[in-house]
């Protein structure tokens, strides 16, 4: 297990996130605005988020309740008193002229993801995650000389959730950014939508030499997939790379992905915190948070991926990665433990959801919960596999059958299609003893040291018992009579 960071071209890579999770409530932060995603532009945003005068702003409970839920599941610190702030800057979607944020004193601070690369367990500590405000959006597409503006997403809940610059490699980035969208999605706070903006990540990434101070970073803003957030920070690092052999210096600065060209270009030199004139919010008191409402949002969480990989690898003695597969949402987990339920073994009931199940769930594009074959169905199948009534092959067929509709039942479908292997161990041996005696030269072989010649016996017996022999009992019993 290694755990030197990896080099590109001599140089050590840093990576920071920080990731806007929009939370999942019916209403905006400050108003009762709705957030429900695609209405016709600016029917969704009232008087408040409009930034009309006389409006106040008026905390949204949800949205709290649910940084709650980020904190008891990142392990970190929820503040029993945190501060909004106004973020002050300028531009078209942001009608206040400033956005409601935290700064000083967010609401959850520190805490950490853990994730498996490969077979090495990597943790990626948090600085923060806050509460704030989304902005509207500009509209460039549909006009001609001119933008539009929509501000059905102005006043939006997001909580910003910022690491510490831990990461080492594009592949440990994407690791941390699809392990976090696993937790928020699972604790039900986003639901993780990334083409809708539910989900977006900023990834920070500078260059160094070992041992040398942390290079300037740029900020790649806005990756709503995790193949663009992969092409976009491998570009970012030979970018930058580039731009230090050749004797330049890097300048901060905030960059966009450009998936059409596989590279990132710049879009504005990246403001420091100064910049905004943070100062705290005047219509906003603090948010105070109590002991006993964090203790009543802890007693309704639910296990958590992590707990519940190790808690599969304990009891079902599954591998790391297995456990992972199997716990990558809460319905995959569900299906997984329902097969488990109706008596199915773990380790074949894991190897046919990650292996034949997820192959057609991704070819069809289909949800585990849209899958035609129940979990029910699929234990009835693996129980007919362990207990030797039918070989892999046929158990593939009767899985087509169950997938397409054929049929529902798993033991009328192994007899409807006649799939049954020959369990009558005196007609198996029938067969085994026809086959040597028509195969002296491959007896010969395999007596002189030749595998290939015992593989070449037991497909003949395979072929004569027309695939239904139990491939186990042919090898034994031709073990049995070669000596």
Known sequence: MSTTPPLVQGYEVVIGFETHAQLSTASKIFSRASTAFGAEPNTQACAVDLALPGTLPVMNKGAVERAIKLGLALGSHIAPRSVFARKNYFYPDLPKGYQISQYEIPVVQGGSVSFYLGDELKTVRLVRAHLEEDAGKSLHEDFVGMSGIDLNRAGTPLLEIVTEPDMRSTAEAVAYAKELHKIVTWIGICDGNMQEGSFRCDANVSVRKPGQPLGTRREIKNLNSFRFM???????????????????????????????TGETRAMRTKEDAADYRYFPDPDLPPLAIAAEWIERVKSGMPELPRAMAARYVREHGLSEYDATQL??????????????????????????????????????????????????????????????????????????????????????????????????????????DDVLARNEKNIAEYRAGKDKAFNALVGQVMKESKGKANPAQVNALLKAKLG
């Open 327 to 432: 716990t990558q949402s809460p319905a995959h987990a569900a299906y997984f433990e329902a097969a488990v339920a109706a008596g199915a073994a773990p380790k074949l009931a894991s190897n046919w959801l990650q292996g034949e199940i997820s192959k057609r769930l991704n070819a069809q594009e289909l949800g585990i919960e849209a899958a035609p074959v129940s979990a029910v169905q699929l234990a009835q199948l693996v129980g007919r596999i362990a207990d030797g009534t039918i070989s892999n092959n046929a158990a593939r067929q009767v899985f087509e059958a169950l997938w397409t509709g054929e049929g529902q039942d798993v033991d009328a479908l192994i007899e409807a299609k006649g799939l049954k292997q020959m369990s009558d161990t005196g007609a198996l041996e029938k067969i085994v």
């Open 230 to 260: 992969q092409q976009a920070i491998d570009f970012e690092i030979r970018w930058q790379i580039e731009q230090l052999e050749d004797g330049h210096a890097i300048q901060q600065a905030t960059v966009l992905f450009d998936p059409d």
